[in-house]
């Protein structure tokens, strides 16, 4: 009984520190190009309401800044 109570605590050891292990090393699976991808899927995300939202001379007019005409 004692061997599988010692035999059961290692393991939920070795199992918690694998989990905290994944869960802290998890922000570095990310790199660069996922912050880049998602602060240009906001950046269109916000060029997509502000067209949504414009009355149409206010949508070529912005349309007209962005590409420097």
């Keep these: 009984m004692t061997m599988w109570m010692l035999l059961g ?3 939920v050891v ?3 520190a694998f989990a905290w292990v994944g ?3 998890r922000r570095r699976l990310s790199g ?3 912050t880049r991808a998602d602060r240009d899927a906001r950046a269109s995300q916000h060029a997509h309401e502000v067209r949504r939202h414009a009355s149409p001379g206010q949508e070529w ?3 007209n800044e ?4």
């Excluded at 962005?66 to 005409?69: E, S």
């Design 9 to 11: 605590g290692v393991a």
């Design 14 to 16: 070795i199992l918690g």
């Design 23 to 25: 869960w802290r090393d």
């Design 32 to 34: 660069p190009d996922d």
């Design 61 to 63: 007019s912005a349309r």
């Design 66 to 69: 962005t590409q420097g005409f």
